[in-house]
Every structure is written in C-alpha cells, then in structure tokens.
C-alpha cells in the first residue's frame, strides 16, 4: 500500500487549524504571513494557500488591506449549532437502538476509563481526549459516515470554548454522569428516554460555552 505524503500546504493547514480551535491563536488576532512562515520554516506560498483553506471553512477572513484574520463565533452561531447537533445526534441514537446491544461495549468501556480517571484526578488534557474518545464513539457505533462527518465539522468550529468547558471540573462530572445515563438508555432500547438526555446534555454545555464566550460581536 502507498502511504500518500501530506503536502507543505495541508501540514501547514493543520498546524493552524490546531492552534485556532485549540485558542492559541485567539478570535479577531491577525495572522502575519512572514511571522507564521518563520515559525513554521515554510514559504508564504503553502502559507497563503492553507489560510486560503481556513477562509472556505469559515475560520478565518483575508481583508485586502486588513490581512487575514481568525473570525469571532458568535452567540447566535453556537445556538445554531447546537440545535443541529440536537438534530444530527437524534438520528444517531435513533440508528443505534436499530442495533444489538453488543454494539455499546466500547462506550462502556470508555466510560470506565473515564471514571477511573476522574477519581485519579487525572488531567484536564487526558480528560478531555477520553470525552471525545466517548462521542467518536458513539458515531462510530451508528455507522452513518455522512452524518458524523457533519458532526464533526460543528464541532471543530467550536471547539475552542468546548476545551474550556472540559476543564471545568463540575462539569466534567456532570456530563460523564449525562454519558452513564444515555448508555443506560440505549441499554434499554428507551429512544425517548435517550433523545431527552442528550438534548439535556448539549443544552447544558451550550449554556456553559455561551458563558464562556466573550462579549464582543
């Protein structure tokens, strides 16, 4: 098999992509071409074109005079959003229940990573890898590619305040508590039990990224 190489651009992309959603580059912070080129010891070229990606995805904005710039989200954004992931998860829970129940060994065993960790007061960084680890799983399980790619793009969109709500520590227990309850559910084939739970669950943190949203725009 032939392991195709990634390009300059598309590592360059990543690498940018990675620092805006993880909030080391911060919304409204202007990216200077020739200090990004030296920092990743690349030319402007694939520099230019990776931001040029940024901009279709809608992270970013290249003003003609302004430079390019990493975009706010705003409130009415992540309101939006989550009332699609409302709507996509629905379909993924709904495709599980279609399934035998084999198919959530991995989520129980995700969740018993995860509380062993959170009883080791493990650190935010792990935590938050074993609570993504949770979600891809439960997409993996449904098994509808098209869907959780959908899923995925909203989610990268706002992951840098999602990081920040996975360090808070009441929350963290919360939402693993949420998690043992939707599986317990889907244990029980209850699909109005599950559907009530994850509507619960992504209310509660869209409540908590709004609050950790600056103010402006």
């Known amino acids: 098999m032939i392991i195709k190489k990634k390009s300059i651009r598309e590592q360059v992309y990543e690498s940018l992509k990675e620092e805006i959603v993880n909030g ?23 520099l230019r074109e990776a931001l040029r990606m940024l901009e279709l995805e809608g992270l970013v904005t290249n003003a003609e005079k302004g430079g390019v710039t990493v975009n706010y989200i705003s409130k009415e954004d992540i309101e939006e959003i989550y009332k699609i992931r409302v709507a996509l998860e629905s379909i993924v829970l709904k495709e599980i229940l279609k399934k035998d129940r084999s198919c959530l060994k991995p989520l129980h065993s995700i969740l018993e ?19 993504q680890r949770f979600n891809h799983e439960l997409y993996e399980v449904a098994n509808l590619k098209q869907v959780s790619k959908l899923i995925k793009n909203l989610n990268e969109y706002t992951k840098r305040f999602r ?13 693993f508590l949420e998690h043992c309850s939707l599986v317990e559910a889907l244990e029980k084939k209850d699909l109005e039990e599950a559907l009530r739970i994850n509507d ?16 402006t725009k």
């Open 113 to 131: 990573e995860t509380r062993i960790a959170l009883d080791e007061n493990m650190e935010s960084e792990a935590l938050i890898e074993i609570f």
């Open 24 to 46: 080391r580059i911060q919304s409204g912070e202007k990216i200077i071409e020739l200090e990004y080129a030296e920092k990743f010891g690349v030319s402007r070229t694939p």
């Open 200 to 215: 619960k669950h992504l209310f509660q943190s869209m409540k908590l990224v709004l609050n950790k949203m600056p103010d």
């Open 163 to 175: 990081v920040l709500c996975l360090k808070d520590e009441i929350r963290l227990k919360e939402a």
